[in-house]
Structures are given as C-alpha cells and as structure tokens.
C-alpha cells in the first residue's frame, strides 16, 4: 500500500510479462469506472475504451500488435479511442446537425481517450495489477478498426494490456526533469545543455548492451536507424492519415 | 487523506475559482515530477511542460484561453506540448538524421504530452490543489507558440490552471460507464440505448436551467448550436492545421 498517490505514480514501470489469472470483473468495472471519473472536453466524454478479453479476438490483436506476447499473456487488452460517433449519433437524435467530424475533434477526444486511460493504468495498479502501453495502436489503426468494428467517428489513439505481473522490473530510467519542463516559455537548448541532459541515459549499462548489439556507435542511433526508422515513420503516418480520412475525422 | 488512489480520482472535479496562495516551488516540483513517471513512447519522453508564472506573460494567455478568469487568478498555468525537437536536436547531436516531424510522431508525442499532464494533475491534487484543464490550448495554438516562443517541433496539446481551491464545486455528472465501456468489440448504439444513457443528463437540473438560458429544446443543441458550433470548429481545426504545418509537424 501506498503513502500517497505520489509514491505510487514514482513506482510505476511497464509490465511485460503476465501471470494467467483473470482480472476479477467487479475490480475490473471498478477500474474502467475511474477511467470516467478524467477531465473531458466540455464533459462531452468523447472516447471510448473497448475491453478485449476473449483469446481469439485477442490472438487478431496481437497480430496487429506487432506479435508482442504480453498481448496473448496478459487477461485484458482495452483499446481507447477517439470517439465523437456517440454524441454525435445523440445530437441527430435529438434534433440538431453536429460538427465533430474534423481536426479540432479529433484532437480532444484523443485527449480524452488518453486522460481516461492514465486513470485507468493507476487505478490498475492501485489493484497490484500490471500494465503496459501499446503505442502499436497508432501504427495499425486500420487493422484495429476492422478487428473492433469500430464506426465512422471512432478511431485507436492508444492501448494497454493489463494482467497481475509476472516480473518485478526496475525502474526505467528517465531524463533528468529538467529536461522537459520549461520556466515561463520554451528554452532552447545548447549542445553542451543537450549533452548534461543525456549524459545519464546514454552511460547506462542497458545502452552499452544495446550500442553493442545494434552495432552503433551512439543511442541516438539505435533509436533512429533501428527502432523507430524514417521508412517506418513515414509509413506508419501515411496509413493512420488514411485510418482518420476512413473514420471521416479530415 | 485518501484512502487509496481511487478514492482521489473519483473525488475529481474541476476548479474555476482559486485563492492567490501561490504555489511553493518544492511542492510544485514534486508535482511536476510526477509527470515525467507516466509511461511514454519508448522512453524517448516526446514531450515538454511549460510552467508559466509570470504575471504577464499569464495575462497574454489568458487572451488566448478565452479570457477566463481562472488563468489570471490561478497561480501556476502548465502548457502541455508535443515535443519532438529535443529528441531531434540530441540526434543531430549524435551523427544521425532523425525523421520525427511527421503525423505519427505527432500522435505519440501528443499521447505522452497528455499521459504526463494527468499525472500532474493527480500529484497536484494530493497536496490538496485544484486544477482545471484547459482544451483552448488548441484553438490559439499559433499565439501561444509566439507567447512561449515554441521552436519546430513543439506544439501545445492541452493546458492546465493550477492553485488553492476557493470553491468546492458538487462532482459532475457523468454518463453512466455502460456508455463509454465496449466488451469486447464496439458494440453499436439502438437509439433507445442512447434514450437510456443520456436520460441522466438530459434529466438533471442543470440542464433545464441551459435550455431556458439558451431558449433550445434539446440538451444536444445547446451543445452544437451554441458552444461548439460547425463555424468554430471547422475555423478552429484550420487553425490548428496551420500550427502543425508551421511547427513543421506535416
């Protein structure tokens, strides 16, 4: 048990890998209920969270999750989305043309999606369960909105497994918070500033492994030409424009 | 004191009205740490909060947020931004050419930006603070990267006020979590399910108090003939479109 909520949010770290035991259905209600309970735009509560828990649905899934095992592992995969085809569906019912189909609409309800969501994974955690992102959603939203059947309105803006842990990993090693806040406006970064800051993430022991491994000479390396690759970028982004033009959001 | 993190996340509402009580900078550094726990994608912390007190740069965004008085009478007023500059900028420090200015990393960023913000605003919360999200951080995107001087790269995703309370508003009524929850797949709405999850709101007192204010028939019109109207969002998702292409997003 926690002292306070901060001591638990400093000890967060993503689960990888699951026990088999099942989420109970009354802890889990009790968890999705805290996603509702996030600020909103204009308490309009425009997202969705789609819990999936039956194994073939979540075998197609995993598939579209770039076969990551925690997916099949872990009891509970919820999918947030965007979602502006329920209040909209209300205003047509009650006598009025709503406009939510666009840039601005999309960006808020992705916001609520992701408030719900951080409620969701401490509120996980408060319960002894274990989560871990999945930032694949973006990358095959198609696939996602074919799998969950989402409608025109509704489109993945992230993912999450959840399941009792079956690892007790360290803590993952952050910048230092200087780093990403900023007093009063934006401060623009020197290369010796840029150098303090990374000093700490780039001497680690887990980097000397992955320069090594990779065959890199630096971090930033590894990061751009083998994790996360122009080609890959550019693709990726391509096919979630085609998701939001599908899903009638531009 | 809360008992446990669930009993604080439901507990949440709002906060318009604040004391003056500034904000001691030790409790508002824990709180900002707080932020940097929240998960991020793959640790490359696409983000950045920029903490803004001054009292004139305040009253420039208070412009910009519509002028509400909270931003005036609120001590602390956080930016949440997509951040893909720092990382970028490390790269090319680092003899590599990164490729993060596209709709994708624009995604990830933005989720990381608004997964830290629902951190801080529970952190803030346990030191008995009030917070208030702020959605207009989208619909000026353009001023406010002129007032806190964000470089390419960085874009505001959503904002928040923050001080002592000086009310304490009743919770805000939510759809029932049936609404929002889908088992399994999405699971399309009858119209008499609508009739049944927006019975609540349309029912409640404050609604009756809107519709004789706005002289509508329907809770729903009120909503898209008055507060968020076709004109606004479509002129504000333009807008937001420029601020993207400007901050060399796509």
């Given amino acids: 048990m926690y002292q306070n909520i901060r001591e638990q949010i400093a000890a967060h770290r993503s689960i990888r890998q699951y026990l088999p035991d099942p989420v109970a259905e009354d802890t889990l209600r009790e968890i999705l209920e805290a996603g509702t309970c996030a600020s909103n735009t204009g308490n309009m509560q425009v997202y969705s969270m789609v819990v999936t828990r039956d194994e073939s649905l979540r075998k197609q899934l995993w598939e579209v999750h770039f076969r990551q095992n925690m997916v099949l592992q872990a009891p509970v995969l919820i999918t947030f989305c965007a979602d502006v085809h329920r209040f ?15 840039l601005l609409w999309f960006c808020n309800a992705s916001t609520d999606a992701v408030l719900a969501s951080q409620n969701v994974a401490l509120a996980a955690e408060s319960f002894g369960l274990g989560v871990c992102y999945l930032g694949t959603a973006v990358y095959n939203a198609g696939r996602i909105i074919d799998i969950l059947q989402l409608p025109e ?75 996360y690759t122009r080609k890959d970028n550019e693709a990726a982004s391509e096919s979630y424009l085609k998701a939001m033009q599908r899903q009638n959001f531009i």
């Avoid at 209300?90 to 189909?101: G, I, S």
């Avoid at 680690?204 to 971090?219: D, H, M, S, W």
């Fill in 153 to 227: 309105g509704v489109i993945p803006v992230t993912a999450m497994v959840m399941g009792y842990p079956d690892e007790q990993p360290p803590l993952t090693g952050r910048l230092p918070a200087e780093a990403v806040i900023h007093a009063e406006t934006y401060h623009e970064y020197s290369n010796e500033q840029l150098d303090c800051l990374y000093a700490g993430l780039e001497a680690g022991e887990q980097t000397k492994k992955l320069l090594e491994i990779n065959k890199k000479e630096t971090l930033a390396q590894v990061f751009v030409e083998r994790r």
């Fill in 88 to 102: 909209s569906r209300w205003c047509e019912a009650r006598n009025t043309q709503p406009a939510y189909h666009n």
